[in-house]
């Protein structure tokens, strides 16, 4: 009778602590009672995202280019840019400047490349000059009725896809009065 009445009084105490440790208010380190909330657990078998491929850059002067001539005295010009931001230089005639630039699509095949206004040494700075160039997007391509003269031959503007460009043709807007536009051709580094 001994050994059953310990077993049921074991029993009892292993009910009472399971209750205990289940209940929802359930005691912390200091004594307080904490609610417990439940935490949905959602099991999700792991699959691989699949590959995405990377747009093509939307425009081809990504790079670096320099001026084939030098502007407006003996200034030399330079950029480099990813297609949408970068930055210029400007050196001669005792200037050092370097700022940055904004690129943008213009309409057609142009490009504009707006220069920031940037301090130089000697207590000078270069203006907020732009400027607009021809990328040479589009190629016109004749139509595969070319052998046959009684039908129209029409070309069709296409966008090109080679190797990237070797030649920007610019032309340069300086922002500071008493300057005017000249042409600039630059060529990638």
């Known amino acids: 009778m001994i050994a059953s009445t310990r077993t049921g009084r074991a029993a009892a105490l292993a009910l009472a602590l399971a209750a205990a440790i289940s209940a929802p208010g359930a005691a912390d380190a200091a004594g307080t009672n904490v609610p417990e909330v439940a935490q949905p657990r959602v099991l999700v078998p792991h ?12 425009d081809r002067i990504s790079g670096c280019w320099s001026g084939e001539r030098l502007i407006y005295g003996p200034y030399a010009f330079s950029f480099c840019s990813n297609g949408d931001y970068g930055s210029y230089q400007v050196r001669g005639g005792g200037l050092a400047c370097n ?13 504009t490349v707006n220069l920031s206004r940037s301090q130089c040494n000697n207590w000078t700075d270069w203006s907020a000059d732009r400027l607009v160039c021809r990328t040479g997007d589009r190629v016109w391509i004749d139509q595969p009725y070319a052998s046959r003269p009684e039908v129209a031959q029409p070309h069709v503007a296409v966008p090109r896809r080679p190797a990237p460009m070797r030649q920007l043709d610019c032309t340069y807007f300086p922002a500071a009065a008493g300057y005017h536009p000249i042409g600039l051709a630059l060529s990638r580094n």
């Open 47 to 58: 699959v691989p995202a699949p590959h995405v491929p990377q747009p093509a850059p939307r």
């Open 99 to 111: 700022g940055s630039v904004t690129v943008s699509r213009g309409p057609g095949d142009t490009v």
